[in-house]
Each structure stands twice: as C-alpha cells, then as structure tokens.
C-alpha cells in the first residue's frame, strides 16, 4: 500500500475528527524535521507517525479483539484503555497496511509511553506526539525546546509528565512508564 492510500484512509476513519487530523499531521511533520536533525529514516518515521493514532476512535471493543491476536492478554489489565489504541494500531498496520518493519511497529507501540532503550525512529516519534505544534501547554514547550537540542532529556521531560497526568487522573500506570523514565533519568547521568 502507498503513502497516498494510507492518507486517504486515515481522513477516512478520522472524518468528523478534526483535530486529531491535525494532531497526526503535526506529529508527521515534528517527526520528519527531528529525523532530518538525527539522521533517521524519514520514511519509517512518515509511516509511523501517520498510523500511531489510526485507531484512536475505534470501538474499545474491536480494539480488544484485534489486539489479542498479537499481545498476551495482560496488556489489556497492564494499559488504561486510552492506550490500547497504540497496540492496535501496531494490529492494523500489519494487518491491513503489511508492515514488517519493526522499527516503524516499535514505534507505534511504544508512542504512548515509550520504553527503556528506545531507538531512534521510537524515540522520534514518542517525542513528536507529545511536543507537535497544536500542543500547547507549558511542559510540553518545554519538551519541545528540549527534543531540538537532546532527545533523550525531552523524552525524560515528557515521561515524567505523563506519569504525573496519569497520577492526577487516577489512571493505572504501566510498570514500562515507570522503567522508562528510570533508564532516561540514568542516561542523563
């Protein structure tokens, strides 16, 4: 399948979406201006960054169905269901759009809240969904400024704040958010 196609798909079933349309455009052009600065794959980066967000809006019920063909169902009790939206993305992108490419599926996988040892294309991706211009608020200024000038401290900024909103929220945290912000913080030593 072509990039073109998977455009018009993802207008498809983000149709009455508006600014999530937004979002997953300002994530692709985030991703691809930090790729060309990191020398990554810019085209692993354009298919990632265009399928993180595909499913978002799919019944959690389907989501759940696609993602125990491929996960231990354990994921399921492990992420909040706002996040099973990145392991069924990483479902659809192999299922409907035949991508192989681990890269780009770790990305996928891990934009939410990332994971210890992340490589390049994830860790672009990870920090390009939380720092996209039609964000706004002050920690992810912050995080933005950051990620042009050291991605790894951008991506400790922003799972540091993840874990806090997940806190505030009463939501379940991820053993991984945790893990992750541990390997970033030692990194930075």
Known sequence: MSLAALE?????RLHGHHR???????????ALKLGKIQGADLDALRWAALLHDLTKYDPPTVQKQRILRH?????????????HHAFDAVVVARETYGIDDERI?????????GRPGMELTEKI?????????TRQYPSCVKAREQAFINLDNAVMLIIHDTIRYLEREGK???ATA???LNYYQKAGD
Do not use: M, N, Q
């Open 105 to 113: 599926l770790k990305a996928i996988e891990s934009h939410t809240l």
């Open 20 to 30: 999530r349309l937004h979002h997953v455009y300002g994530v692709r052009d985030t």
């Open 8 to 12: 018009r798909d993802l207008k498809e």
């Open 125 to 133: 991706l990870f920090v390009s969904d939380y720092v996209e211009p």
């Open 178 to 180: 945790y893990e992750t």
């Open 172 to 174: 379940r945290i991820p």
């Open 71 to 83: 996960y231990d169902p354990d994921i399921l009790s492990e992420y909040p269901e706002p996040l």
